[in-house]
């Protein structure tokens, strides 16, 4: 089969699920990715024949698509800010919000700063902040080794350096360390919102990466903010990224005991999705 044929098969096949313009970016994408093809090939050569092994590559990529699997973990990778990344089941998709949290937090950190990632995944903050600020000493942490273990591959192949930990939140004491910045973006939808999630998340993103305790909706907040009790520096600052439905909660029932300075910001759908705090 030709190019043109198979863009077209890719129209056809998922017409009822995306717009065309999706389907060819989608197409356009995997392209790209698996066959190193030039973007405009599709323009400029539409009658070239694919080998087997592209077609069967190719056939894959559009089965997936129609099981909803998310084209970033079809092709592996995604963009977070101007850094390509590995992705793939084991850690979430970066999401455009968190990619404002990073921007917004960046504006405080200053050189020499020493920053923590709590709950990093595949690590896009911690390398986003590190990339924006080379002059940080950088660390991620995160319960899951083959996150830590994706994000130590992404951290390879940028050429950014950071610590990479595998610990749990909820237990975890950095021995006598402090840190100016602690950045968290930590799983925070609760699971009676399941019913509004879209089944490309929730069949294919890890369900620990997405999910609060049904008795806690702000569990992993508490836990971030333990941790900043005693390893945040004084005047320090903290930053996360929040459900909207819970930013009051997070507000009120902890921040405020021990931190002053607390702003919410808005995402890009008009949101309350950021908070950041001082500590006393
Ligand atoms: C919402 S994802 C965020 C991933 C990444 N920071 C991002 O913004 O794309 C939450 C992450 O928290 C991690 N996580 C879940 N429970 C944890 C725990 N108890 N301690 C540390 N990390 C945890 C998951 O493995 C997952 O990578």
Known sequence: MTIIQFRDLFRSTLCYQFRYSEIDYMFKSILVSFFRFKPTIIGLNPNKLLTNKQAIKLNDSLSL????????YVIGK??????????????????????????????????NDEVIDLCTGSGCIALAIKKMNPFTHITGLDISKKAISLAKKNSK????EADWIVADITDYNEKGKKFDIIISNPPYIHPDEIP?????????????????????????????????????KSAGKLFFEVNPNYCDQVENQILKKYFSNIKIKKDFRGK?????????
Request: proline share 7%; net charge positive.
């Open 65 to 72: 698509i129609k099981k909803n699997c998310p084209l970033q």
């Open 272 to 280: 309350n999705r950021m908070l950041s705090a001082t500590k006393l």
């Open 157 to 160: 192949k940028l050429n950014i």
């Open 78 to 111: 995604a963009f977070f800010l101007d850094l390509e990344i590995f992705v793939n089941k084991d850690v979430l998709i970066p999401r455009p919000e968190t990619e404002e949290l990073v921007v917004w937090s960046s504006k405080y950190i200053k050189n």
């Open 196 to 232: 509004n999630i879209h089944e490309r998340v929730l069949n294919y993103e890890p369900e620990f990466a997405l999910f609060t305790p049904k008795d806690d909706p702000i569990f992993f907040y508490k836990y971030c903010i333990n941790f900043a009790i005693k390893a945040l």
